[in-house]
């Protein structure tokens, strides 16, 4: 199995990675001490994907008023008079 140093790995980090996931696994190593080893991951389980923004597009509605919904009692609660 094909040992780099760690500045090697990093200078050509995209290549070895295709490599490896052609196959070609290696191995990082630092001053000639064997870190880690790199290996294609074999067929992985699809990522969920968390839903998109605007999923419940259509599922409710916003009243016209909105801006201004319950501002009568908002104000009569600061001002004490409930």
């Not at 969920?48 to 801006?67: A, H, K, L, N």
């Amino acid at each position: 199995m094909r040992m780099v140093n760690m500045h090697e790995a990093k200078t050509h980090l995209s290549r070895l990675v295709d490599e490896a996931a052609k196959g070609e696994p290696f191995v990082i190593a630092r001053a000639g001490k064997p870190l880690v080893k790199v290996v294609p991951i074999e067929e992985a389980a699809p990522v969920e994907r968390p839903p998109r923004i605007g999923f419940m597009v259509g599922q409710g509605s916003v009243p016209d008023d909105f801006d201004t919904m319950y501002a009568d009692e908002i104000r009569r609660m600061f001002e004490g008079e409930d």
